[in-house]
């Protein structure tokens, strides 16, 4: 069964601080991984990975893959108060019609 | 655009009771995907459909849930007999056509409460 590991579940920060956060993965025939934002409502879709080692970037966030050790990293630099959120982190594979398969989140605070 | 549109936001019902999600996808989307969400748990996925067609149902439980997309109108997320353990926050999400992930835009969520 596919499955989708985030760490920490839970990040308490001080404005302008960078953080990382961690998605491994286990997926027969892997496809893409994806990134998105979670605020009281709708997840909102940050990035989309297919390749080792190629940086996706939106201003102050980035975010990587490693296929060969199945994780993918989320980078916040200078994190301001309204990047509290829960980032969810998800794949999709060859084969699985359009489904995603989500792990359970980190919860990230930032605090003033 | 008014984007993916969900209701009711907050739906109670009591044990036994039948609960109906709505969701209407972006204009000129055709792909509907149920998630569901429970307390400190991540999104699971239920249902994928397309106009008139249930493409995948895999992530739905066997009895009482059903999911629709007709010709015309919403799709529908239908629980019959609820139970405590269905209150979840239900998400649906559209895309215009095949989409890996990338392509979808989540609606807010119907929030079911079972009392």
């Known amino acids: 069964e596919d499955k989708v590991v985030q760490s920490p579940l839970s990040l308490v920060v001080h404005e302008g601080d960078t953080v990382t956060l961690n998605c491994s993965y286990e997926v027969t025939n892997f496809r893409s991984l994806l990134w998105y934002k979670q605020e009281k409502k709708a997840p909102t879709f940050l990035f989309m990975l297919?390749?080792?080692?190629i940086e996706k970037k939106s201003g102050r966030l980035s975010s990587i893959l490693d296929k060969k050790e199945l994780f993918s990293i989320l980078n916040i630099t200078a994190t301001q108060t309204g990047d509290s959120a829960v980032y969810l982190c998800a794949v999709n594979r060859v084969g699985g019609s359009e489904k995603l398969v989500f792990g359970k989140g980190t919860k990230l605070t930032v605090n003033p | 655009n008014a984007g993916v549109m969900q209701n009711p936001r907050h739906l109670v019902r009591r044990r036994g009771q039948e609960a109906r999600l709505r969701c209407s996808p972006m204009k000129g989307h055709s792909h509907v995907y149920w998630y569901r969400q429970l307390p400190e748990e991540g999104l699971k996925f239920m249902v994928y459909l397309q106009k008139e067609n249930i493409i995948d149902e895999s992530g739905m439980p066997k009895e009482r849930f059903s999911a629709e997309f007709p010709k015309e109108g919403p799709s529908i997320l239908r629980i019959q007999q609820v139970v405590r353990g269905d209150s979840a926050a239900y998400f649906c999400?559209?895309?215009?056509?095949?989409?890996?992930?990338?392509?979808?835009?989540f609606g807010s969520g119907t929030r079911l409460t079972v009392v």
């Open positions: 999400a559209s895309s215009p056509t095949y989409s890996a992930g990338d392509g979808y835009t």
């Open positions: 297919t390749s080792s080692g």
